[in-house]
């Protein structure tokens, strides 16, 4: 599972806490909102609004 997220973002903090509650394994992947990462194509294929975070499964839903 793969979280993209801002450091800095308080919905990206929420999702890491469930996450860690939860005891769920997942992989960081930072998205730089600063610098409109967030805008690019690839990230608005997982997440056509292009807001932080997304969670990704293994499966490949987001």
């Known amino acids: ?3 993209y997220s ?3 973002s308080s ?13 769920i394994d997942y992989q960081t992947v930072g998205v730089n ?3 409109g990462q967030q805008n690019a194509l690839a990230y ?3 997440n056509p609004v292009g807001l932080v975070p997304t969670l990704v ?3 490949g839903e987001s």
């Open 1 to 3: 599972m793969k979280l």
């Open 6 to 8: 801002f450091f800095n």
């Open 11 to 23: 919905a990206s903090y929420r999702v890491r806490i469930a996450l860690a509650l939860k005891g």
């Open 33 to 35: 909102i600063r610098i």
């Open 44 to 46: 608005r294929r997982m």
């Open 57 to 59: 499964t293994d499966d």
